[in-house]
């Protein structure tokens, strides 16, 4: 099992420009999650899903927006990106809520 | 609104000394805690959980304790060792999605 991946790893994005970033797991999971990580602010939940089709706001939605249209994958979107948005985003999945998260690698964003 | 502090944010301490990382959260209402160990650049690897209704969970060297009453969680590590080098963090859940996070301990182990 890959457990939880996450695509890309690093990514560098001018003020404005969009991109989806995309979480995969092979456990079978119900439950996915979307945070980002701040120096000194912790992780932060931005979106979440409990199931296909399913998808619901965290702690700091606004400016993004989530879809899972396969159980497996978890895409989360930045329309136009903003400086404010440069952080370490992690995927995470679960069987049971909010039991034994299991963490992606991580996707490093930069935004100028 | 649910707060989770970790108390040092950095502790250093030689290697085969036994540890104690503190973990205090505000609201007592919990469903579990957990700790989570995060190597630099990488992802967070989930060590303990421990459900409201229990007092501590254990795995190796590893001891999580709880106490729901007073706000308080901690992770003890016996003999430790180089490889414990990492960021501990822990984290607290109401029973739904959402789970809160401290801001973690930097733990270097000094060989």
């Known amino acids: 099992n890959a457990g939880v991946t996450q695509t890309p790893k690093f990514r560098v994005l001018k003020t404005g420009q969009s991109m989806t970033l995309l979480c995969a797991q092979d456990?079978?999971?119900?439950?996915m999650y979307w945070y980002r990580q701040d120096p000194g602010m912790g992780l932060r939940l931005i979106h979440y899903?409990?199931?296909?089709?399913?998808?619901a706001k965290g702690e700091v939605p606004d400016g993004y927006n989530v879809s899972r249209l396969k159980k497996q994958n978890f895409l989360l979107g930045l329309e136009s990106a903003a400086p404010s948005q440069t952080s370490v985003y992690f995927c995470?999945?679960?069987?049971?809520?909010?039991?034994?998260?299991?963490f992606g690698p991580g996707t490093r964003l930069t935004v100028t | 609104k649910q707060e989770v502090t970790q108390i040092p944010a950095a502790l250093s301490v030689p290697e085969g000394e036994n540890l104690v990382l503190n973990c205090s959260f505000t609201?007592?209402?919990?469903?579990?805690l957990q700790w989570f160990r995060q190597d630099p650049g990488k992802g967070l690897t989930s060590l303990l959980l421990?459900?409201?209704?229990?007092r501590e969970q254990t795995s190796g060297r590893l001891n999580a304790s709880l106490d729901k009453s007073s706000g308080r969680s901690t992770l003890y590590i016996a003999a430790s060792q180089p490889g414990d080098s990492a960021t501990y963090l822990c984290?607290?859940?109401?029973?739904?999605?959402?789970?809160?996070f401290g801001t973690g301990t930097r733990l270097t182990i000094i060989p």
């Open positions: 995470a999945s679960s069987q049971l809520n909010p039991e034994g998260q299991y």
């Open positions: 456990m079978n999971h119900e439950y």
């Open positions: 899903s409990v199931g296909e089709g399913t998808t």
């Open positions: 609201d007592s209402a919990i469903y579990n």
């Open positions: 421990i459900q409201s209704s229990q």
């Open positions: 984290a607290v859940s109401p029973g739904n999605e959402k789970l809160t």
